[in-house]
Nanobody, 118 residues
Framework: QVQLVESGGGLVQAGGSVRLSCAAS????????MAWFRQAPGKQRDEVAH???????VLSDFAMGRFAISRDNAKNTVYLQIDSLKPGDTAVYYC????????????WGQGTQVTVSA
């Protein structure tokens, strides 16, 4: 079972950038599809982006243009870069990983808070 630990969140001014990191342990990282989700207060958890074992990237519509996901298999880490931050990006950002294939569940990290001040 993979364990995931996010870092890099905090309080950021609108227009700034942040890079979130998610370190994985306990499983073969390169065999996992990795994703970032976010959940704003009172709202559902939404997928931001995912990156497959082969490096294929899928971004949600709202994430196009300002968000970038990447992975470093040598460091067992997945990243989320967010540029031109907006107050609407304020949320808890969760890292998740799962084995490819239909029905495999996501394993979640504990989340990292990103707060964007106007």
């Amino acid at each position: 079972q993979v364990q995931l630990v996010e870092s890099g969140g905090g309080l950021v001014q609108a227009g700034g950038s942040v890079r979130l990191s998610c370190a994985a342990s306990g499983s073969l990282f390169s065999d996992l599809t990795m994703a970032w989700f976010r959940q704003a207060p009172g709202k559902q958890r939404d997928e931001v982006a995912h990156i497959t074992t082969g490096g294929v990237i899928v971004l949600s519509d709202f994430a196009m243009g300002r968000f970038a996901i990447s992975r470093d298999n040598a460091k067992n880490t997945v990243y989320l870069q967010i540029d031109s931050l907006k107050p609407g990006d304020t949320a808890v950002y969760y890292c998740a990983g799962r084995k490819p294939g239909f029905g495999n569940p996501w394993v979640w990290g504990q989340g990292t808070q990103v707060t964007v001040s106007a």
